[in-house]
């Protein structure tokens, strides 16, 4: 089984920072897009940044400029580092891998538990 863990979410203050960690474990063969997605009460989630396997990224416009997302392929891990938050950044942060387990063809899409990230004014 393939499993995706995320820690480093918080309280913070408006225009401070935090840094989201998560990191995939399991029978991996290879995991190709990483991202980052949240989820605010009352919301749909949403793509906040993804990675690509070669490093290319996206973000979404509400993220370009605070946010950088990136990747450790050698730990199967990936970041957010998320500066000047901002009030309205606040939601449950999850990670998702599109990840080929050892032996098979296919690949899946794994979901991380999420971690909250609150940021007051």
């Known amino acids: 089984q393939v499993q995706l863990l995320e820690s480093g979410g918080g309280l913070a203050q408006a225009g401070g920072s935090l840094r989201l960690s998560c990191a995939a474990s399991?029978?991996?063969?290879?995991?190709?897009?990483m991202g980052w997605y949240r989820q605010a009460p009352g919301k749909q989630r949403e793509m906040v940044a993804t990675?690509?396997?070669?490093?290319?990224?996206n973000y979404a416009d509400s993220a370009k400029g605070r946010f950088t997302i990136s990747r450790d392929n050698a730990k199967n891990a990936v970041y957010l580092q998320m500066d000047r938050l901002k009030p309205e950044d606040t939601a449950v942060y999850y990670c998702?891998?599109?990840?080929?387990?050892?032996?098979?063809?296919?690949?899946?899409?794994?979901w991380g538990q999420g971690t909250q990230v609150t940021v007051s004014s």
């Open positions: 998702k891998g599109r990840i080929r387990r050892i032996g098979l063809g296919t690949l899946y899409e794994y």
């Open positions: 399991g029978r991996i063969s290879s995991i190709n897009e």
């Open positions: 990675i690509a396997s070669d490093g290319s990224t």
